[in-house]
């Protein structure tokens, strides 16, 4: 087991003086922001559906899930989205829908 030194504690740790480095500039130009140059997204609604598949189906996505780097819900977006570019959102049927498979405790009741 290694030994310490205990002269090397009793030594005094050397002081140095702290500064800030403060550059000044006499540009005119206001100064850009990280958030300027990020592209910003808008935030979507996301809702959680559950849906029940034969595992033969199940498996093919998962591998194509890994395949293609990416997750279920964008592989089933990418795949819907065609399907559903024609169709009118009804808020009627999405009322009916949402009663009849209504879970306790799952949805808000409003």
Do not use: A, W
């Not at 959680?48 to 780097?69: F, Y």
Request: charged residues 40%; proline residues 4%.
């Amino acid at each position: 087991m290694p030994k310490i030194d205990m002269n090397l504690l009793k030594e005094e740790v050397p002081t140095t003086k702290k500064s800030t480095v403060v550059h000044e500039t006499n540009d005119s130009k206001p100064s850009i922001s990280i958030y300027d140059i990020v592209k910003k997204e808008k935030k979507k609604c996301k809702e959680q559906v559950g849906v029940t598949l034969d595992k033969e189906i199940v498996d093919k996505l998962k591998t194509v899930v890994i395949d293609s780097n990416i997750n279920m819900s964008k592989l089933f977006e990418n795949l819907l989205m065609p399907l559903l570019e024609d169709v009118k959102i009804k808020e009627k049927n999405i009322e009916i829908y949402n009663n009849k498979n209504k879970l306790k405790g799952r949805r808000k009741s409003e």
